[in-house]
C-alpha cells in the first residue's frame, strides 16, 4: 500500500446552494483529510459510483450542500492509488469498492470518522438555518448586505465607528444583554 499520508490532499470545498461566501463556495464544512475518510466510509457501507457519492453527502445535508465533483473525483483518485478503495470500470462509469486496507484504515479511524459525523450535523442544522430565529437570520443578512454596500472608501472616523458598533452589539449577544 502506498503511504497515503505522504501525498498532497485534494481540497475539500463545497458548494453552496444558495449563497455566495467565500468567493462563490460555501463556507468550509469539511476540515482538510475528512473526505479522504468519509468517501471510503459511505463506499464500505455499499459500493457505488462518484455521482452516487455526491448525492449521498448531498442527502447527508439535506440538500444543503452538494459537493463538486472537481473535489470527489480526485479524491477518489487519490483514496484508489492509496490502495484504500477500488475502482472497477462499469459501463464507462467507475463503480468504487472499499479494499482490506481500506477496511482497516476506517476501523482505526473510527473516532476521527465519528467526529467528522457529528461535524457535520452541527453544519447541516446551520445550513438550514435551525441555530437561529429567522429574524436573526435575516438580520445577519441585512448586515453582510450594508456592508458590502459600502463605497469601500472608509474614512479612519468610519472604521472606528463601524467597529465600534459591531464589537458592541458581538459582546451584548454574548453577555446577553440589550445595546
Known amino acids: 500500500m502506498r503511504d497515503h499520508?505522504?501525498?498532497?490532499?485534494?481540497?475539500?470545498?463545497?458548494e453552496?446552494?444558495?449563497?455566495?461566501?467565500?468567493?462563490?463556495?460555501?463556507?468550509?464544512?469539511?476540515a482538510p483529510g475528512d473526505l479522504k475518510l468519509l468517501l471510503p466510509a459511505l463506499i464500505a457501507e455499499q459500493p457505488c459510483?462518484?455521482?452516487?457519492?455526491i448525492r449521498k453527502i448531498e442527502a447527508l445535508f439535506d440538500g444543503a450542500y452538494s459537493p463538486s465533483p472537481g473535489v470527489i473525483y480526485p479524491t477518489l483518485t487519490f483514496l484508489e492509488e492509496s490502495e484504500l478503495i477500488s475502482g472497477d470500470a462499469d459501463a464507462g462509469k467507475k463503480?468504487?469498492?472499499?479494499?482490506?486496507?481500506g477496511r482497516l484504515f476506517l476501523s482505526?479511524?473510527?473516532v476521527a470518522l465519528d467526529g467528522i459525523r457529528q461535524r457535520m450535523e452541527v453544519s447541516k442544522r446551520s445550513l438550514r438555518g435551525q441555530d437561529r430565529p429567522p429574524e436573526i437570520h435575516e438580520a445577519v443578512h441585512n448586515?453582510?448586505?450594508?456592508l458590502h454596500s459600502h463605497h469601500g472608501?472608509?474614512?479612519p472616523e468610519e472604521i472606528v465607528r463601524v467597529a465600534a458598533l459591531l464589537n458592541g452589539t458581538a459582546q451584548?449577544?454574548?453577555d446577553g444583554k440589550a445595546q
Open 5 to 14: 499520508h505522504s501525498h498532497r490532499e485534494p481540497g475539500d470545498g463545497f
Open 16 to 30: 453552496k446552494r444558495p449563497g455566495r461566501e467565500r468567493a462563490g463556495r460555501g463556507p468550509r464544512v469539511f
Open 49 to 53: 459510483h462518484g455521482y452516487d457519492l
Open 95 to 101: 463503480r468504487y469498492t472499499i479494499t482490506d486496507a
Open 108 to 110: 482505526e479511524q473510527a
Open 143 to 146: 448586515l453582510r448586505h450594508a
Open 153 to 155: 472608501h472608509w474614512s
Open 172 to 174: 451584548a449577544i454574548a
